[in-house]
């Protein structure tokens, strides 16, 4: 069974590691910062595997432990990072995300700093939607109805982009 789990994990981790990253991005004010924050996901998301019931697809289970794990190390509340060697079954080398983007875009520069001033509900929700999820997974993981999902998601744009002109 523990092996099973291995391979569930690291599928999980080959498949979503890139959209975990860049959702850790919205959340710290620099890529070293996200990249401690995406361990700790990390580790969360192993630690909870065996408890995972199946109640909801695989990704929303790991976005809704991204976004949860996210909100308590932007408040703190997370004093014991990278617990890998507490766990007894598997070992697994610091992962650095692959993120293919030039730190030059000015422009995707201007919408993550635009991003990190909102709200923590409004990041978690326009983060999910711009890792291309629907309303429908987005409301699972954040607990809103799929119509306040919607109607959330056409107010952030309007914020964002009036943020990022403001800044231009």
């Known amino acids: 069974m523990e092996e099973d789990l291995e391979s569930v994990f690291l599928n999980a981790l080959e498949h ?27 580790v969360n998301i192993w630690k909870s595997l065996p408890n995972f019931k199946g ?16 909100l308590r190390y932007k408040t703190n ?8 060697a507490r766990t007894k079954s598997i070992v697994v080398e610091r992962v650095e995300p692959q993120v293919e983007e030039s730190p030059n875009d000015q422009k995707l520069i201007l919408l993550r700093a635009c991003v990190r001033d909102l709200n923590e509900v409004d990041k978690a929700v326009i983060t999910l939607f711009l890792e291309e ?6 409301s699972q993981i954040t607990g809103l109805r799929e119509n306040t999902v919607a109607v959330r998601v056409k107010r952030i744009k309007e914020k964002l982009l009036n943020c990022i002109n403001e800044k231009l």
């Open 16 to 42: 979503s590691q890139e959209k975990i990253f860049r959702i850790c991005v919205s959340y710290t004010k620099d890529t070293e910062e996200a990249k401690d924050l995406f361990q700790e996901v990390l």
């Open 55 to 70: 109640d909801s697809s695989l990704s929303t289970w790991i976005y809704r432990i991204t976004i949860n794990v996210s």
């Open 77 to 84: 509340l997370i004093k014991n990072r990278f617990r890998f």
């Open 133 to 138: 999820l629907p309303y429908k997974e987005i």
